[in-house]
């Protein structure tokens, strides 16, 4: 069932540095990419989306790249802070199918102080 | 503003044994989905209810069922269970017919631990 593949599993990152997650899907009817932030015993809240009309989107410190001849984007995080320590999940949707969204696997991020 | 709340927080059940999980949506909300996410896994979909029937179903067994209520509410039910139906069950609610799935809000999810 799983048509979103994301890398890396775990991601150690000094604070102050990037933080770069990549994801690749496989079926072209996606057309809605958002990117989940959990924290432990909490539910996945959305933190940023792209549409593939547009390759690059960013809110703050977070930054979606999106590349859809390849099929893969990715989620960077610049000035990386340890209230960022999370695990990170991308998602894709088709619109007219909107909420049977697709998960990664997650990437559980650790920012050391 | 009340967002999706889910109950209860942990349940212990033994195989075979029959489970039922609550969820109210935000506020405003319609559309209920439900999910299970696996220990260090992504969350897997489920099914969607609308009006009070399921409209969407991922690749779930018949074991797994649901309902929803006229105030938008919804129930899982796990009919035997598994060893590996042990996971996180979240609930998602959303505004149907958005054309943004900005609006979908997960809650903090149901642990359910199988023994």
């Known amino acids: 069932q799983q048509q979103v593949k994301q890398s890396p599993q775990s991601l150690i990152v000094q604070k102050g540095g990037i933080s770069i997650i990549n994801c690749a899907y496989e079926n072209t009817a996606f057309d809605y990419f958002p990117w989940y932030q959990q924290f432990p015993g909490k539910g996945p809240a959305l933190l940023i989306a792209?549409?593939?009309?547009?390759s690059e989107k960013k809110e703050g410190r977070f930054t979606i790249s999106f590349n859809k001849s390849a099929k893969q984007f990715s989620l960077h995080i610049m000035d990386s802070q340890p209230g960022d320590s999370a695990t990170y999940f991308c998602a894709a949707t088709a619109q007219y199918n909107n909420n049977d969204m697709r998960f990664g696997a997650g990437t559980r991020l650790t920012v050391k102080p | 503003d009340a967002g999706v709340t889910q109950s209860p927080t942990h349940l212990i059940k033994t195989r075979g044994q029959q489970v039922t999980l609550r969820c109210s949506p935000k506020s405003g909300h319609d559309t209920v989905s439900w999910y299970q996410q696996a220990l260090g896994q992504g969350p897997q979909f489920i099914f969607q209810y609308y009006e009070e029937e399921e409209r969407q179903r991922g690749n779930f067994p018949d074991r797994f069922s649901g309902h929803q209520f006229p105030n938008y509410s919804s129930e899982l039910n796990v009919n035997a269970l598994l060893l590996g139906d042990s996971a996180l069950y979240l609930c998602?609610?959303?505004?149907?017919?958005?054309?943004?799935?900005?609006?979908?809000?997960f809650g903090p999810g149901t642990r359910l631990t199988v023994l």
């Open positions: 998602a609610s959303s505004l149907f017919g958005t054309t943004s799935t900005d609006t979908q809000y």
């Open positions: 792209i549409r593939p009309d547009v």
